[in-house]
């Protein structure tokens, strides 16, 4: 559907226009639509059983019946510099000496840049929401596009979009 491609692009305006910390701006967006949706849901599928890991399959059907799906991430996110230790390093010194961890994500991560994303991610719902899209952020998409090699983002989440007389994504 053409109205739901629209309100997708639109969440991108908002994730990426949404405040950072310091100003500072590592949140990346792309949209996913088409076959690209066919193709994920079945990747998801396939990493759940690869995986063991559950509810990848029952995502993936409210992918597959979504019109588009919103990636929000973070690429290569410096630290802030509050030496603050919210990541549990004693400074944005050590934390940047670390070396970067590989599993569904790379980290570990700056908390104010997850702040960042959390609030893109948010804009980007919010943003959805006004125009009557039923949407859901899911974590699962993410990990898998990760998987796939659709995006080389460190952190990464999803936003599936549908428009239907009841929201797809809430029949669990």
């Known amino acids: 559907m ?8 639109l969440m991108e305006l908002a994730a990426v226009t949404a405040p950072k910390s310091k100003g500072l701006n590592f949140v990346r967006t792309r949209v996913l639509t088409g076959n690209a949706l066919q193709e994920l849901a079945a990747a998801m599928v396939r990493f759940g059983e690869r995986t063991g890991k559950k509810d990848f399959d029952r995502d993936a059907r409210g992918v597959s019946r979504s019109g588009a799906v919103v ?37 570990p991560a700056c908390a104010f840049r997850l702040l960042d994303m959390g609030i893109a991610l948010g804009s980007a719902a919010k943003t959805a929401s006004l125009f ?22 460190d952190f990464v989440m999803g936003i599936p979009l549908a428009a239907e007389g009841k929201n797809i994504f809430f029949d669990r």
């Open 71 to 107: 990636l929000i991430g973070l690429k290569d996110a410096k630290p802030v510099g509050l030496d603050c230790g919210a990541c549990g390093h004693p400074d944005c010194k050590s934390f940047e000496a670390q070396a970067k961890r590989e599993k569904e994500f790379s980290g």
């Open 132 to 153: 009557n899209a039923d949407n859901r952020i899911m974590y699962r998409i993410g990990a898998v596009a990760r998987d796939m090699k659709l995006v080389d983002w």
């Open 2 to 9: 053409e109205a739901l491609e629209i309100v997708a692009r």
